[in-house]
């Protein structure tokens, strides 16, 4: 099997690699960015418009660039190499992939130019209080009157929706609150009459929020496809979601490697550096096992995140997740331990990638929930 680039994907790779960091020169400077209204700065997020980075999964036809899982694993791996805190894991990974997988012709015809050329974000607003990782217990409800819905609840930790003018919303139109069916996505305006958003920063330098809604009347085509069938599409989003976050892991854990073993080199101690030390050594390569063999699990994740049977599928993501979940951990507390006492002070960057790794472990599921769905998986292979 082939895993280089080709001569586009090398190119975005680069283009996007070097905006990153222009953008992110310095601890200094994201910490700047960061007070920003918004939590980023609008230029910023203009910036990656402009490169066609908010086009990227969407086809040439719709005004995008036809980038697949790949493209975006390369784009997010920027991310989380530079510590970017523009919401492209909200808009470009949640929120377009709903869009991409869910919208008909009409609601993308309507919607997709404004994605594209930046001026419209997107975010995905699916876990509630009682809810934990299970995608099925929705109390959000979504009932039914004349040609409308009203969408009544709450949202809680929803990403950049402070930020987000569309948010895709699952909300239960009917059945009890933990059956799989009859559950919708809808897709509601930040701005509509009855929606509150309480947002915040998070300890990782990001923003989410809290969002209510006290019957917010939608029209009946604000659905994503069947308004009672959406958890195969939540479920798909939610896929995507954890390919792009094991792809963030390995270009934040990549860069967390490089400065710690940096350090090992110039810290001294009793007249040496500390990276002449073999016990060191030892722990240095093993962050770096963890890291490639995370690596090779957002390459895989990337070639089955598109993968036609849905139980392969969701027992692959699932079993990408715990092994990533582990090497953020890992890696995030060895980097931390060879640093000593400055790998916690919030005046060094390694601190704040070992923040990210910490709120990547429990974004979209810890390793005990993916666990469980892998023994509950009848992919023989993987349950074992």
């Known amino acids: 099997m082939d895993f280089d680039l080709n001569e586009d994907q090398s190119l975005l790779r680069d283009s996007v690699e070097r905006l990153a960091a222009d953008l992110y020169p310095s601890l200094e400077s994201r910490q700047a960015r960061l007070k920003a209204p918004l939590g980023f700065p609008e230029e910023g997020w203009a910036a990656f418009a402009e490169l066609g980075v908010t086009g990227l999964p969407f086809s040439e036809d719709e005004g995008g660039l036809s980038g697949g899982p790949v493209e975006t694993m390369l784009i997010m791996e920027a991310v989380g190499r530079n510590l970017v805190v ?22 993308k015809e309507k919607i997709l130019p404004g994605v594209i050329d930046g001026s419209l974000r997107l975010t995905l607003a699916h876990t509630e209080r009682q809810s934990r990782y299970d995608l099925h217990d929705v109390a959000t409800t979504a009932r039914r009157s004349g040609q409308n819905f009203v969408l009544s609840g ?27 069916r009859g559950i919708g996505l809808f897709l509601v305006p930040t701005d509509a009459a009855g929606v509150a958003i309480e947002a915040y920063p998070t300890q990782d330098g990001g923003r989410a929020a809290e969002v209510s809604f006290s019957d917010v009347t939608l029209p009946a085509d604000s659905a994503l496809g069947d308004p009672e069938g959406g958890l195969p599409l939540l479920e798909r989003v939610v896929e995507h979601g954890i390919a792009a976050l094991a792809a963030e892991a390995v270009g934040s854990m990549d860069a967390l490697h490089k400065l710690t ?15 002449s030390f073999q016990a060191l050594q030892h722990r240095a390569v093993d962050m770096l096992i963890q890291l490639e063999q995370a690596r090779s699990m957002a390459l895989y994740a990337a070639m089955m995140v598109e993968a036609e049977d849905p139980a392969a599928r969701a027992a692959a993501l699932a079993a990408v997740k715990v092994q990533i979940n582990k090497a953020c951990r890992f890696v995030g507390q060895e980097a931390v331990q060879l640093h000593g006492g400055i790998g916690m002070t919030l005046e060094y960057l390694g601190a704040h990638h ?31």
């Open 86 to 107: 523009e919401p492209l894991f909200a808009s470009l990974v949640l929120g377009a992939t709903a869009l991409r997988l869910g919208g008909s012709a009409a609601q």
């Open 154 to 180: 709450a949202k809680s930790v929803v990403p950049n929706a402070d930020a987000a003018g569309l948010m895709v919303v699952s909300a239960r139109v009917s059945g009890e609150r933990r059956d799989p």
């Open 261 to 275: 073993v940096e350090y090992l080199k110039t810290r001294n101690q009793f007249g040496v550096s500390v990276g």
């Open 354 to 384: 070992f923040k990210r790794l910490a709120m990547i472990e429990y974004q979209l599921g810890d390793t005990a929930h993916h666990l469980r769905r892998i023994t509950q998986s009848e992919n023989g292979l993987l349950a074992a």
